[in-house]
């Protein structure tokens, strides 16, 4: 076991080379120079790279006739052009002082917080605790790792077959095992909903109608009637669509594999076709996805797949939207399109608006990485505080809500009302399907 | 020396700035500014010399309520405003009258001039856009056509031949201007139903952002848009739907500062504008940082130091050499009152290189 590296000591830090400008510190002399030149004695009108601030004034006067007045990027009490600095040459006594000073409490700050957070001893007394520490470090290194074997163990042994299967969903396999797929994760929940056709079939095409949205694109295969409903629906909130849930996304290529699939007619229409379809055309003819890993030998058990889970999974992330998040965050709809552009690309050309946005997530731009889970992963790590977080409300309308911008037309009245009955969209969506269709038909 | 190519306009507005546009006219230097002191402004860069500088008020034009959005007509005589009052105006610069296009059934925020097809279209929040032929002729009495829209639309922006508009909800639509301007030409004539005219988009789409759409701006190239969020990101996005296309769609995080006490403060973009020539653009944030990127090679050119309040608009002259930005207390730091002296107007001159990138790396 080597010597643990632990951070570099405070002489090593106090020898760190530092800008003089912005209190940065460097690796070495020559990253510090270069970083002046790039940082604060840049010429901001030809690029030109000078040396020093001096050089720089020298240079701004005599090209282009004007007159340095401070360091760029500089802190605001560093931007004077009275201290000649290059590297770490010029700075001045009393900053070099200060800047010790600073080094040296942020050691020792940092080397107390390790010390309140390990219970390690301090740095220099290394030399006479080592020897005995030595063992005691093995001990509860073994400790630890017979710990691990033990967990291992009763974790096979007890959670067996649940904690079995959800992984390997996760994993990126497909979920064939039918019957498990009740104990999986929400995004599965509704798969006991699998073997009666009737309820999904009737859903899709209920909506449809309901909005009476045109479908331009509706020649188009059997997708287009499919993902339409839902997110035409709500289209607003359909958020849903852009954050594939990281579990499910390898899932639902498979999953969804029989829409784009052309021979198909019936689908969304009759459940008939349901039960024919799974077998055979759906391996045969869709290609898999590089991503997904080769069909699993229970491929026969497809028929259980729950590929029709979908629109009920969508029904729970309707349910989801009632309960008034305003961005869902477990939503699986997204994964669906997803999976559908990646696997079927001819879906994807004809402009359907949905196969637009959803090619987007597909396409492995930020979205992906800001997946499901990861909002709140990172909310954890680094919390944020939105200056204006009104999600329906622009900051404009609440500017102009003020009373000194009342603006009183003859209509005045009618104004309010009309913009209150504004707001009921937006909101509606979130919360019941019926207000959104109401005020806006 | 940051100092040394920016000046600030004199006589600024009084109030929080709404817009800011630079003439269409390739070597003007004239600026308007819409404002919520109810005025629109007309700046030129340069005084009665000709030469750059401190900028000089030429004409003031007083509304009834607080203007939210300006545009340029034809030529720079010609101006369109929108505003709290409902209505979409036209202003003559020359004679200073102002004729009702016209009115929404709520604030208009926003109004842009497309002179490829000469049609003027405004996006209100009562949830529709009206749609100018401005060529009509004379007969000043045809009405707009009315094109509803899902949600109240926040940001419109175009391009020579599409108007991308961008909504509460996140949606997104993209229209074809010219199927646009045929469709609600058709319903002029016809003049049915109050002229509502359905017009289904070239393209719905969902923002790429996940929270409500502060902003959004075409690429000067008709190649695709950048869109804003109130949680400090910008989105950059293609027209062309091919996967390919929409593969090199990404978004990416800015204005945003760690507080003391750790967090990460999260500032609004409120003002994005695309430079004519480099095709980089300005992003302008609630934080009062303005910054310029590479959209191509997912770059930032540069970043400028922080003006002293929250930017409300930003904007490139059209020969691209100057940069505007119109700064003014945000609502977003809960202040009532605007005092005096925080809205300023701020120009920039930008060297050869300033807003072009540097190539990917």
């Known amino acids: 076991m080597g010597k643990k590296r632990r951070g570099p000591s405070l002489e090593e830090l106090l020898a760190r080379p530092w800008c003089y400008y912005c209190e940065r510190d460097f690796?070495?002399?020559?990253?510090?120079?270069?970083?002046?030149?790039?940082?604060?004695?840049?010429?901001?009108?030809?690029?030109?790279?000078?040396?020093?601030?001096?050089?720089?004034?020298?240079?701004?006067?005599?090209?282009?006739?004007?007159?340095?007045?401070?360091?760029?990027?500089?802190l605001p009490n560093r931007v004077g052009l009275d201290v000649e600095i290059f590297g770490m040459e010029g700075i001045p006594d009393d900053v070099l002082q200060a800047h010790h000073q600073r080094v040296a409490t942020q050691f020792q700050q940092a080397e107390a917080d390790r010390q309140a957070a390990t219970g390690n001893p301090p740095a220099g007394s290394g030399a006479s605790g080592q020897p005995a520490k030595k063992p005691r470090l093995e001990a509860t290194s073994d400790l630890k790792k017979r710990l691990a074997e033990h967990r291992a163990r009763r974790a096979e042994g007890t959670a067996g077959g649940s904690s079995g299967e959800a992984t390997p969903v996760g994993a990126g396999q497909t979920p064939v095992p039918t019957p498990p797929v009740s104990t999986t994760p929400s995004a599965y929940a509704q798969s006991p909903t699998v073997p009666s056709p009737a309820p999904a079939p009737m859903s899709i095409p209920a909506p449809v109608q309901q909005y009476s949205y045109p479908q331009p694109y509706g020649g188009a295969p059997a997708v287009a009637p499919y993902q339409q409903p839902v997110n035409l629906g709500y289209p607003p909130f359909s958020p849903a669509s852009a954050q594939p849930v990281p579990g499910a996304s390898p899932y639902p290529p498979t999953g969804y594999s029989p829409q784009p699939f052309p021979g198909q007619p019936g689908y969304g229409a009759s459940p008939s076709p349901y039960p024919s379809q799974q077998p055979t055309p759906t391996e045969s003819a869709i290609p898999r996805p590089a991503s997904l890993p080769p069909p699993p030998a229970g491929l026969s058990g497809l028929p259980q797949r729950p590929a029709f889970a979908a629109p009920p999974?969508?029904?729970?992330?309707?349910?989801q939207m009632h309960m008034g998040h305003p961005v869902p965050q477990k939503v699986a709809v997204p994964s669906y399109g997803n999976g559908n552009a990646t696997q079927d690309t001819p879906q994807v050309p004809p402009p359907s608006d949905n196969n637009v946005s959803s090619a987007a997530p597909a396409a492995g731009t930020e979205k992906p990485a800001d997946g499901t889970e990861k909002p709140s992963k990172k909310d954890k790590s680094k919390p944020t505080r939105m200056i204006y977080s009104d999600e329906t409300t622009s900051p404009e309308e609440k500017m102009a809500q003020l009373p000194r911008y009342a603006f009183s037309r003859d209509r005045f009245t009618q104004e309010t009302t009309v913009v209150s009955e504004l707001g009921a969209p937006v909101t509606g969506t979130i919360r019941d399907q019926d207000t959104v269709v109401d005020p806006a038909h | 020396m940051s100092s040394s190519n920016q000046f600030t306009i004199a006589s600024p507005p009084?109030?929080?700035?709404?817009?800011?546009?630079?003439?269409?006219?390739?070597?003007?230097?004239?600026?308007?500014?819409?404002?919520w002191d109810k005025h629109v402004y007309l700046y030129d860069l340069r005084d009665e010399n000709g030469t750059v500088?401190?900028?000089?008020?030429?004409?003031?034009?007083?509304?009834?309520?607080?203007?939210?959005?300006?545009?340029?007509?034809d030529n720079e005589n010609e101006i369109y405003t929108?505003?709290?009052?409902?209505?979409?105006?036209?202003?003559?610069?020359?004679?200073?009258?102002?004729?009702?296009?016209?009115?929404?059934?709520?604030?208009?925020?926003?109004?842009?001039?497309?002179?490829?097809?000469?049609?003027?279209?405004?996006?209100?929040?009562?949830?529709?856009?009206?749609?100018?032929?401005?060529?009509?002729?004379?007969?000043t009495e045809s009405q707009p056509a009315v094109v509803p829209l899902p949600s109240k639309p926040f940001s419109i922006s175009l391009t020579s031949t599409k108007l991308v508009v961008a909504m509460a909800s996140r949606a997104l639509h993209i229209y074809d201007l010219k199927a646009l301007a045929l469709l609600t030409a058709q319903a002029d004539s016809e003049s049915t139903n109050g002229n509502r005219v359905e017009v289904e988009p070239w393209q719905r789409r969902e923002s790429s952002l996940?929270?409500?759409?502060?902003?959004?701006?075409?690429?000067?190239?008709?190649?695709?848009?950048?869109?804003?969020?109130?949680?400090?990101?910008?989105?950059?996005?293609?027209?062309?739907?091919?996967?390919?296309?929409?593969?090199?769609?990404?978004?990416?995080?800015c204005h945003r500062q760690t507080s003391e006490d750790g967090f990460d403060v999260v500032y609004p973009v409120n003002a994005l504008a695309f430079h004519p020539v480099h095709g980089s653009f300005a992003s302008g944030g609630g934080d009062g940082v303005v910054a310029l990127w590479d959209g191509i090679a997912k770059r930032r050119i540069r970043q400028y130091q922080k003006y002293p309040s929250s930017i409300a608009a930003v904007g490139f002259s059209s020969n691209g050499?100057?940069?505007?930005?119109?700064?003014?207390?945000?609502?977003?730091?809960?202040?009532d009152e605007v005092s005096e002296g925080v809205v300023k107007l701020f120009v920039r001159e930008l060297g050869e290189t300033e807003a072009k990138g540097k190539g990917a790396k």
């Open chain 1, 313 to 319: 999974v969508n029904a729970q992330q309707m349910q």
């Open chain 2, 53 to 73: 500088g401190e900028g000089k008020l030429l004409q003031k034009f007083e509304h009834r309520a607080p203007v939210l959005d300006v545009c340029f007509g």
């Open chain 2, 210 to 253: 996940k929270f409500m759409t502060r902003c959004v701006a075409c690429m000067p190239g008709d190649m695709g848009y950048a869109s804003s969020s109130i949680e400090g990101r910008v989105a950059v996005e293609w027209f062309d739907p091919s996967p390919e296309s929409q593969a090199r769609k990404y978004a990416f995080k």
């Open chain 1, 27 to 74: 690796d070495d002399l020559k990253i510090l120079t270069l970083h002046q030149k790039a940082k604060h004695f840049k010429c901001e009108r030809c690029g030109r790279r000078l040396n020093t601030a001096g050089g720089l004034s020298v240079h701004m006067s005599q090209v282009h006739k004007e007159q340095l007045t401070e360091i760029e990027n500089a």
């Open chain 2, 321 to 335: 050499k100057y940069l505007a930005v119109g700064v003014s207390p945000g609502f977003e730091d809960g202040k």
């Open chain 2, 82 to 139: 929108a505003g709290l009052d409902w209505d979409v105006r036209k202003i003559d610069m020359n004679t200073g009258q102002q004729t009702v296009l016209s009115s929404h059934e709520a604030g208009v925020r926003s109004v842009v001039y497309s002179p490829e097809h000469s049609i003027v279209i405004s996006g209100s929040w009562d949830s529709t856009l009206h749609v100018h032929r401005t060529d009509a002729g004379p007969d």
């Open chain 2, 14 to 35: 009084t109030d929080a700035i709404s817009a800011l546009k630079f003439s269409p006219e390739a070597e003007s230097t004239r600026i308007v500014v819409s404002s």
